[in-house]
């Protein structure tokens, strides 16, 4: 079985910075890419970073130059540096990874269970 488990999230105040983490554990063969989604209340979930294997990045618009992803692949874990955060970032931050648990099998679609990030203004 594979776990996703986010850590971070909290209350911060407009113009402040919140680094989320996600580490994947349990039957790991490999990890293609790991994202971070946001859904806020009302809202539909939306992609907000993504990276792949290799580390290439692609981000949401509206959080291009505020937000970094990164990955630690020895430690299966990503991780999102958000800065300069807006009231309108305030959502539910999910983990998400593309996992393969064993040689030969296909990658399977796993996600966290969600931390919430909180912005004042």
């Known amino acids: 079985q594979v776990q996703l488990v986010e850590s971070g999230g909290g209350l911060v105040q407009a113009g402040g910075s919140l680094r989320v983490s996600c580490a994947a554990s349990g039957s790991i063969f490999s990890i293609n890419a790991m994202a971070w989604y946001r859904q806020a209340p009302g809202k539909q979930r939306e992609l907000v970073a993504r990276?792949?294997?290799?580390?290439?990045?692609n981000y949401a618009d509206s959080v291009k130059g505020r937000f970094t992803i990164s990955r630690d692949n020895a430690k299966n874990t990503v991780y999102l540096q958000m800065n300069s955060l807006k009231p309108e970032d305030t959502a539910v931050y999910y983990c998400n990874a593309l996992i393969v648990q064993y040689i030969g099998s296909y990658s399977g679609n796993y996600w966290g269970q969600g931390t919430q990030v909180t912005v004042s203004s």
């Open positions: 990276i792949t294997s290799t580390g290439s990045t």
